[in-house]
């Protein structure tokens, strides 16, 4: 998306809801800037995140995916943000192998205390998939109206 | 047709600063399915909930999407409102443009921007929820423990206390575990026995408490609330409920030669037997791979003596069934076998003894009636060379080992380097005429009054503490012992010859852990610990619903920790069991059987065992009948990770509350 002149990328956040959103939460609490560009979709557990949702972002445009979990070995679920990280290791690989670069997708641990880190890690991603541009090789342009 | 009320709050300024709330209202107005939006000053307020409930009446709502503060903080609060004026909870959402947009974003245009998005995406969201009711199922109000050791018994004690029912059910014929072996307890120098004695009595005599002494679980079925639990009691031949404990048939046995477990193999016991003296249920029991009356039905001497009549060849194996509300996991711990530690000699020599058997040593109900003597001269005490005079410790025997060595454990045994220090220093003050070295990888004493403990060892009692490791023991032809090993501070190798070594040896969960935690379905980790919850929140509780963890079977602790998890644990059960009912979660996964092909692949991935499967006829097209082997999840355990919807390679599972096409439309409504 162009705003003034200047590209802004679309960035998808999957956050668990028992310590990255939470931790979300605490950038906000403490005050903390990052980008507008990330919008924040709340799931139960990283695990939730099937990797359909990735894809359906980035036919719909998305520039970035990030997904974000608890620590492994904190996940509320005891288990569910291994599954994440085997999972999400596939499918970025395979999004790689499709011309879908690898800096556009990560998968971040942040947990509920961890609200810096959550910024910090949310102005990296930003400005590394502003610098990669538009996502152009999975964007649908029949979704687009 | 949805009818959905939108709802901006101001919250004052924190978000009225940089959302123009009132330009959010008019723009959600004009998604489909929208047919009411407001903005107010605070939303979660007393006029602001009632805003919102008179609309849900006036404009017969069907969804209701409040821009406001995190879900975290008042979703609930919303829920509740809407559910008083008639709206199912589950049919509202929160848009959080307050701590993930007003509080992050500096500028007014891209703050209101952005607050736009998130609202389209809940009220996307919203039009796909369901009402949802959350289940309620009732509590059986009676607590199943496994395993009767100190941890056991203190949770028992502490369930009774709070007025509910409690069986223990432990394997030994006897409860007591492995702290009854112990002598003394550190640091306090205080006698096991006498402090743990009298707990098991007030187990015996709690009215509340029923004890399956010699008993197992055979295995456990049902969910938080409502386990079906099978107990097998092992026949013991001799009828609990008639022997009165005299011991007369002990005295009679003419079998003497069976190893005596409670001494460690150190001395024997007859084939009917009475584990100690202060054993509860004091029940003797028939020992069948012992007995002569068992073996070649010649003999009993033992019924003919018996005055009460007690004795029962013909006795089975008994299975009773039992109902649950919560069950707790006391399995406690075992030293490790260290007959793979060759370096050491145990198998070699007698006089290379571990710990637990330096305990019953020393114990005035042990085989030596307390006097410390070499194991080899048990039977001639008074030899003069009966008295150790050089003793060896050797800690960390199969702890803390990064080699992977048969037996050997990562992890610290966490309790070694305290009773060290107690033998050590209770040696020296009964025989100061003894020299004590200890080869140790690091001294770790933290606890309370722990370190001047061991500092008193060494300052006051002239305990030897090498830093280093033990090569090797070799025994020589008079009996003595050559221990090698290595002073790492002086970098030197020494050589002492010693009467007696003792190895401070890794502990490890009881063998019975793992089969207990997979009837369960309590998760394990590498070394067969039960997994906790949350391991600094929900130390205490397993993760799966209505299993609590006690003692050691959740890692290593000394007793003064194991008494207090274990009280931690009752009252964590007694928080369950005072529950008439137990009331869901709704937003939990369910199976379409239409779409399930019975792979098992959300088994395989649910940590909490609430898939199973079941066969189930199907009509075909044809109108012929099929069998089909589906999946469904119970929704009393199933807490709702979602990990199972991801598994399913059909798309049969999906999660209420965050389904498939709900995320897909949310991420649909953002990158619009
Ligand atoms: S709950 Fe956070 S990753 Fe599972």
């Known amino acids: 998306m162009q705003v003034n002149g200047e590209f802004r990328p679309l960035i998808v956040a999957f956050c668990c809801n028992w310590c990255s959103y939470a931790g979300a939460d605490l950038a906000g609490t403490n005050r903390l800037n990052y980008p507008a560009d990330v919008k924040i979709i709340r799931v139960p557990c990283s695990c939730r995140v099937n990797p359909m949702f990735v894809l359906r972002a980035f036919q719909r445009g998305a520039d970035g995916v990030i997904l974000c979990g608890c620590h492994p070995g904190d996940c509320h679920y005891t288990s569910g943000n291994y599954f994440t990280r085997r999972r999400m290791t596939l499918l970025f690989s395979m999004l790689d192998f499709m011309g879908i670069e690898r800096e556009r997708t990560r998968v971040e641990w942040v947990s509920a205390a961890e609200g810096a880190k959550f910024a910090k890690t949310m102005n990296e991603f930003c400005e590394a998939v502003a610098k990669l541009g538009e996502n152009k090789r999975l964007e649908d342009l029949r979704c687009k109206k | 047709m949805h009818r959905i009320g939108v709802f901006v709050c101001h919250c004052g300024t924190n978000i009225a600063a940089t959302v123009d709330v009132k330009a959010v209202a008019e723009a959600v107005r004009e998604e489909t399915g929208v047919v009411f939006s407001a903005d107010y000053q605070y939303m979660c307020s007393e006029a602001g909930q009632t805003l919102v409930q008179d609309t849900i009446r006036e404009q017969r709502l069907t969804g209701v999407v409040v821009c406001s503060c995190s879900p975290r903080m008042h979703e609930a609060t919303f829920r509740k409102a809407a559910a008083k004026a008639g709206l199912n909870s589950y049919m509202v959402e929160i848009a959080n443009i307050r701590e993930q947009c007003s509080w992050i974003h500096k500028d007014m245009v891209s703050g209101t921007e952005k607050a736009i998005i998130l609202a389209r995406a809940a009220i996307a969201k919203v039009m796909l929820n369901t009402p949802l009711t959350p289940g309620k199922t009732p509590v059986t109000k009676r607590a199943l423990v496994i395993g009767g050791g100190i941890a056991g018994i203190q949770t028992a004690l502490d369930i009774a206390e709070a007025g509910f029912d409690v069986d223990i059910v432990e394997k030994q014929p006897t409860i007591g575990g492995k702290m009854t072996q112990i002598d003394k307890t550190f640091p306090t120098l205080d006698c096991a026995s006498c402090i743990l004695t009298p707990k098991m009595v007030d187990c015996a005599q709690n009215e509340k408490i029923h ?25 013991r031949f001799v009828d609990e409920k008639k022997c009165t404990g005299c011991g007369e048939c002990v005295e009679k046995c003419p079998m003497k030669k069976v190893p005596n477990e409670f001494n460690l193999g150190l001395d024997n016991r007859k084939a009917i037997y009475i584990p100690f003296a202060q054993a509860v249920p004091k029940v003797a029991t028939i020992d069948a791979n012992y007995c002569l009356m068992k073996k070649n039905g010649k003999c009993g001497l033992c019924s003919k003596v018996c005055g009460a009549g007690a004795i029962n060849y013909d006795q089975q194996d008994e299975i009773i069934e039992e109902k649950y509300g919560a069950i707790v996991a006391a399995t406690g711990y075992n030293p490790i076998k260290i007959d793979k530690f060759d370096e050491f000699a145990y198998s070699q020599s007698p006089d290379v003894i571990t710990s637990l058997e330096l305990e019953r040593l020393m114990n005035a109900a042990g085989p030596s009636n307390g006097t410390l003597v070499r194991p080899s001269y048990l039977s001639k005490q008074d030899d003069h060379e009966a008295h150790p005079k050089t003793i060896v410790f050797v800690q960390c025997v199969g702890s803390r080992s990064t080699e992977c060595r048969k037996g050997s454990k990562e992890y610290c045994s966490k309790i070694c380097c305290m009773y060290t220090a107690k033998h050590a220093m209770l040696i020296r003050e009964k025989y100061p005429d003894t020299d004590v070295y200890v080869f140790y990888i690091d001294v770790r004493t933290p606890g309370k009054l722990f370190d001047e403990f061991y500092r008193r060892a060494v300052e006051q009692y002239g305990v030897h503490y090498i830093k280093g490791m033990v090569g090797k023991v070799s025994p020589r032809a008079d009996g003595k012992l050559d221990v090698q090993g290595s002073d790492l501070i002086s970098n030197e190798q020494l050589h002492v010859t010693a009467d007696l070594v003792v190895l401070a040896t890794a502990i490890e969960p009881d063998k019975t852990a793992r089969s207990i935690g997979t009837m369960l379905t309590a998760s394990m980790d590498t070394n067969d610990f039960f997994t906790e919850a949350h391991p600094k929140l929900r130390p205490v509780e397993s993760p799966t619903a209505g299993v609590f963890l006690s003692g050691v079977c959740q890692g290593p ?45 959300c088994e395989k991935v649910c940590p909490y065992g609430a898939i199973t499967y079941s066969d189930k006829e199907f009509r075909q097209p044809d109108r012929t009948v099929a069998i089909r082997r589906v999946a469904s999840v119970n929704p009393a355990v199933c807490q709702g990770c979602g990990a199972c919807t991801v598994a399913c390679p059909s798309g049969a599972m999906d999660l209420n509350g965050f389904s498939n096409s709900q995320i897909m439309a949310e991420v649909d409504a953002v990158c619009r």
């Open chain 2, 557 to 601: 602790k000394d007793i003064p920790e194991t008494v207090t998890q274990a009280s931690a644990c009752a009252a964590k059960v007694v928080g369950l069991l005072v529950k008439d009912e137990l009331t869901g979660n709704p937003c939990v996964a369910h199976s379409d059987e239409l779409m399930c092909n019975g792979c098992s692949a």
């Open chain 2, 211 to 235: 004890i399956y002494s010699y008993s197992e679980v055979e295995s456990v079925t049902g969910f938080v609330g409502n386990f079906t639990a099978k107990i097998k009691r092992k026949a």
